[in-house]
């Protein structure tokens, strides 16, 4: 049999829907292919780096390395502003959400949560509910709960971490806080710095990017759960130091400025504050810039007394938005520099460059004489001297020194209101300063096109319009400096962290306002003023010649007459001036409300201070020298022949009491100052009782003559503070003495008399 044949098998066709369907998904499955062949293609080339970066990103944790900020120093290299090392303390609330599951999961039965806000709490007087709400935040790892802590509260931290093992839940951070050495010195021009660290007022902002440094950063690797890892992504960069900042401004200086601004704005009642200002005339140096009331760079964010009390009878709830508000407006106003940041009206210390101006354009004689009336009609509005009654006939040297309103207009009138105006902006009234502190403002004037004769009779003793305390020093400093405008500053220098010089103050070129003979004339003038019978002599200091002028503004309310605004301007010594002292109170209340009473008594006193630390020694004249004071000599333990010859040699007269060969007591004590003329010491001897006690008088009011007698009559002795060399001049009187009358003090003790000029040589009104 032959084999069989096999059967062929028949094969359908596939359907058309098939074919096509496997086509599409084939298509698919490529393109898809294809597009993550090219995203993983691209991925490697092109966004290499930029995705590596994000996975770096995600894998570590960035923390800034702050830079140690630069220093401030006086011209003395005093410190002003520094750094010093508090700590940071703050949770890690991820790491330690880990260690609880942890613990948990151990059955360790311990409570992180627990531990660390009862612990932590009472450590950093915290509450310990805020520090569990802290702690819950587990999306963080690193939330900061105290800043500025100090170095004993760090460690014990460091205690409660080391006993609970709690080394990465709470970290303790050493950073670099500001600190100010001498608290309120200068408040307002120095500044101080915020939280960040960063500049926030004075030549804290001003100068932040050169204190401020570079900040460096450390790099580290975590986990998932927010530990270290160490790779290649580690990296560590240092911070770079802050440059140092060596300013013009003088501690001692400052200090007594400080001090007789703030006693000018007690004593006088004011109410907008007091300002002051100290500068070398010459260089336009700043020594001491101060306003009052000030505040504390270590605590800026408390406010001054007055403030707070505005604050506590506004009757706003502490939870008021409106409350907010004025808490915020009263730290602004507290903060705010005076002496550049606002304009006053300088009165009758603008006659300084009025007369200037007339000298240099040769439009009055010295000697040339005018008529005041008490008024001047100015196209049909009459305008008032301070003296309504007029001063009568008085050449413009006395017009000057006596401030007489109308003899300043008809000079300012004789010079026109387009010649006026040219000296205005020689003298830099114009512009701004350049002062190198933030926020400085300008005058207040009416424009040139606009300026009448009226505008200009009034502007030409000071009333009307406004100017910064700035720009009114550093415009009486050019005709004090003999007629060149210079640059007012704060900062001499700045050195990098090893003390090398980036940077040094210099002036550019000086503007000329006026010739160097009319700057010698002007002085002259102004220095009669002070030591002879001018409206300035309450500015006058013994052994000095000082240039001074005061005013008495009135501020323009809308519709009526404001409050005043009292200043005094002085510069020494008046025949070769190196420094200018200015003094403002804003709307002083108590007493006479004049500059001549409100201000310049505190110039003066800035200047006996300042001028001898400056290393300007007083030159006596022969009358100063017969009025001196005299310091009592210390005679106790002396036999009787030495001491009766010390206290003649020192012109005290001599009473003795007792018998014995050494001197037991004496009356007054060694090294208190007294009057030389009448000057008399108690001299005890043996076991002898000292004299009977005596009531002291009081003399507030009396003339200094009067005074005088009354304290040599009752067995005391006599000290003077004030006007020494105007003790006979008419208007003088007493206004203080250093113990209350109807005291019983031992018969000899000295008497302290402060005396005044309450003439009112100054007010200005328009």
């Given at each position: 049999m032959g084999k069989p044949k096999s059967k062929k098998a028949s094969v359908e066709p596939a359907a058309p829907q098939i074919v096509k369907r496997s086509l599409i998904l084939l298509s698919v499955a490529v393109l898809l292919f294809v597009g993550l062949a090219s995203r993983i293609l691209i991925l490697q080339t092109v966004g290499y780096?930029?995705?590596?970066?994000?996975?770096?990103?995600?894998?570590?944790?960035?923390?800034?390395?702050?830079?140690?900020?630069?220093?401030?120093?006086?011209?003395?290299?005093?410190?002003?502003?520094?750094?010093?090392?508090s700590y940071r303390i703050f949770l890690a609330p991820h790491r330690i959400a880990y260690a609880q599951s942890e613990a948990n999961r151990n059955g360790e039965g311990i409570d992180y949560s627990q531990i660390i806000s009862t612990r932590l709490s009472g450590i950093l007087n915290l509450d310990a509910e805020h520090l569990r709400e802290e702690i819950a935040k587990t999306r963080y790892l690193d939330r900061t709960v105290a800043r500025d802590v100090d170095e004993a509260t760090a460690n014990r931290v460091r205690e409660l971490i080391r006993d609970y093992s709690l080394q990465s839940m709470i970290g303790v951070e050493a950073v670099n806080t500001r600190y100010y050495p001498y608290g309120s010195l200068a408040a307002q021009t120095i500044g101080f710095t915020g939280s960040d660290g960063a500049g926030l007022y004075g030549l804290e902002y001003y100068y932040n990017e050169q204190l401020a440094g570079e900040n460096g950063r450390y790099i580290t690797a975590r986990d998932a759960r927010g530990n270290a890892m160490p790779d290649e992504y580690e990296e560590f960069s240092a911070a770079t130091p802050g440059c140092d900042l060596h300013t013009t401004l003088d501690v001692f200086v400052q200090s007594a400025l400080d001090e007789q601004v703030k006693t000018a704005y007690i004593e006088a009642g004011g109410k907008n504050r007091a300002a002051g200002i100290v500068m070398n005339v010459q260089t336009g140096a700043i020594l001491g810039m101060s306003t009052y009331p000030d505040f504390d760079l270590n605590d800026p964010w408390t406010l001054d007394g007055q403030s707070a009390e505005k604050l506590s009878q506004s009757g706003l709830s502490k939870d008021s938005a409106e409350y907010a508000a004025l808490r915020r407006e009263l730290l602004m106003t507290m903060w705010?520099?005076?002496?550049?940041?606002?304009?006053?009206?300088?009165?009758?210390?603008?006659?300084?460059?009025t007369a200037a101006m007339a000298l240099e354009s040769d439009v009055v004689r010295l000697e040339e004489t005018f008529q005041c009336t008490g008024s001047k009609n100015v196209l049909g509005f009459n305008i008032h001297c301070h003296k309504r009654k007029g001063h009568g006939t008085l050449t413009f040297v006395e017009g000057i020194q006596q401030s007489c309103n109308p003899v300043l207009m008809s000079v300012g009138l004789r010079l026109g209101g387009d010649r006026f105006y040219e000296y205005l902006e020689r003298f830099g009234f114009l512009g701004k300063t350049g002062v190198d502190l933030p926020g400085e403002g300008g005058s207040v004037l009416i424009s040139k096109e606009n300026f009448t004769d009226l505008d200009l009779a009034i502007y030409s003793f000071g009333q009307n319009f406004n100017v910064t305390l700035l720009q009114q020093i550093t415009a009486v400093s050019s005709v004090a400096n003999g007629g060149y405008l210079v640059t007012p500053h704060l900062v001499d220098s700045i050195t990098d962290a090893n003390g090398n010089v980036v940077w040094q103050f210099e002036e550019s070129e000086k503007r000329q306002t006026v010739s160097l003979e009319t700057c010698q004339t002007v002085s002259q003038i102004l220095m009669d003023g002070v030591s002879g019978d001018g409206g300035a002599k309450n500015a006058y200091v013994a052994g000095y010649r000082i240039a001074a002028k005061t005013g008495t503004s009135q501020k323009k309310n809308v519709g009526s007459i404001g409050e005043y605004v009292c200043s005094t301007i002085a510069y020494a010594p008046a025949d070769n001036p190196q420094y200018a002292v200015i003094i403002i109170?804003?709307?002083?209340?108590?007493?006479?409300?004049?500059?001549?009473?409100?201000?310049?008594?505190?110039?003066?006193?800035?200047?006996?201070?300042?001028?001898?630390?400056?290393?300007?020694?007083?030159?006596?004249?022969?009358?100063?020298?017969?009025?001196?004071?005299?310091?009592?000599?210390?005679?106790?333990?002396?036999?009787?022949?030495?001491?009766?010859?010390?206290?003649?040699?020192?012109?005290?007269?001599i009473v003795t009491v007792g018998e014995g060969e050494l001197v037991t007591a004496q009356s007054p004590t060694p090294g208190t100052v007294m009057e030389k003329e009448n000057g008399k010491i108690i001299l005890y001897f043996g076991q002898s009782p000292p004299l009977g006690s005596v009531t002291v008088p009081n003399v507030v009011g009396k003339t200094p003559k009067e005074a005088n007698q009354m304290l040599i009559d009752a067995g005391l002795n006599i000290s003077v503070w004030g006007l020494r060399n105007h003790a006979g001049s008419e208007g003088v009187s007493v206004i203080a003495q250093s113990i209350p009358p109807g005291s019983e003090v031992p018969r000899g003790t000295v008497v302290e008399i402060t005396l005044r000029s309450l003439t009112d040589e100054d007010l200005d009104e328009s």
């Open positions: 780096a930029k995705y590596e970066q994000k996975v770096i990103d995600q894998i570590t944790t960035e923390s800034q390395v702050r830079a140690a900020r630069g220093r401030i120093y006086d011209a003395n290299g005093n410190l002003l502003a520094d750094h010093i090392t705010s520099n005076k002496t550049i940041t606002e304009s006053y009206i300088p009165g009758s210390t603008f006659k300084i460059m109170v804003d709307e002083p209340t108590a007493g006479i409300l004049y500059g001549s009473t409100v201000a310049a008594p505190y110039v003066g006193a800035v200047m006996e201070t300042i001028l001898p630390h400056l290393g300007i020694e007083p030159v006596y004249s022969a009358e100063e020298l017969e009025n001196r004071t005299v310091t009592a000599p210390d005679c106790r333990n002396l036999k009787r022949e030495d001491a009766v010859n010390t206290c003649r040699k020192n012109g005290l007269e």
